[in-house]
């Protein structure tokens, strides 16, 4: 609907103001048309945390693959690590893993409910956005790959490449990937809960992604995401509707 396009990039012109952007819509998997203000289309932007959408992807595949036995498993027991968080080494004062935090699940922190490092929280108690649980998911998977080690994170190539070899090679994408830190006290546990992955990628990358979602994980003949999976991820986790009560 070329009228319904037109109110779009409208809109987006009249908002975006010296704001840089690339739009691409695809139809039918062909790109249909596409709009840009001072970002070419080879140029790869920081996917920031719209990345975690491929964390869970990776965590659907993680399971499909037998690494993980179920999304409810308990962390702890395969990234123990994640206990190694003490006082004093934590991302900021108060912050550091308590003993409740062995309870937590991948369902838990994929969802944000684990309250991981939380002092006032406890598993599915309440929804807390955060990067640090993020983080100890994607290490907890690439250790199983093979590829992370908490000693020494920059010796092996990451999560990432987890991403690379399990989504962008299969669907022709050119993303990239990098370990990124925030500014933490000199004695913080970085190994262990930061080095958040960070996606560079360009819009025609973005639109790959959202194709192969869009499609429950499938990509002409290949299902690359397990349907089950997308299908769940797509909708509100159970233990969100159980335990955060709306306004």
């Known amino acids: ?25 695809i139809r039918h998997g062909y790109l249909a048309v596409e709009w840009s203000q001072g970002v070419g289309p080879n140029e790869r932007l920081d996917m920031f945390s719209a990345a975690k959408s491929l964390y869970s992807s990776i965590l ?27 006082e004093g080494t ?33 598993p599915d108690s309440r929804f807390h956005y955060q990067t640090f649980g993020m983080n100890i998911v994607t290490h907890a998977i690439a250790k199983l790959y093979g590829y992370y080690d908490t000693g020494d994170p920059e010796r092996l190539p990451g999560f990432g490449k987890l991403v690379e070899e399990r989504i962008r090679d299969k669907i022709g994408g050119t993303w990239t990937h ?18 958040y992955t960070s996606i560079e990628s360009t819009a025609y990358d973005m639109a790959r992604m959202g194709y192969l979602w869009l499609n429950d994980g499938s990509w002409g003949q290949q299902q690359i995401i397990p349907k089950q ?19």
């Not at 010296?18 to 819509?25: A, H, N, S, W």
């Not at 838990?108 to 309250?115: C, F, H, P, V």
């Not at 990098?178 to 080095?195: D, E, L, Q, T, W």
Request: charged share 30%.
């Open 1 to 25: 609907d070329k009228s319904k396009l037109q109110l779009a990039i409208d809109w987006l012109k009249g908002n975006a103001g010296e704001k840089r952007y690339r739009l691409v819509v």
């Open 60 to 86: 659907g595949i993680a399971i499909k693959e037998g690494k993980i036995s179920s999304v409810d498993d308990k962390v702890v027991d395969y990234y123990p690590e994640m206990m190694d968080v003490h």
């Open 90 to 122: 934590g991302p900021k004062p108060g912050r550091h893993a308590k003993p409740v935090d062995r309870e937590i699940t991948f369902r838990q922190l994929i969802t944000n409910m684990s309250g991981y490092m939380k002092p006032a929280e406890t």
């Open 178 to 195: 990098s370990f990124k830190n925030f500014n933490h006290p000199p004695r913080a546990r970085i190994g262990v809960f930061g080095y």
């Open 229 to 247: 999976w997308m299908q769940e991820a797509t909708r509100t986790a159970p233990n969100i509707k159980a335990n955060c009560a709306r306004d």
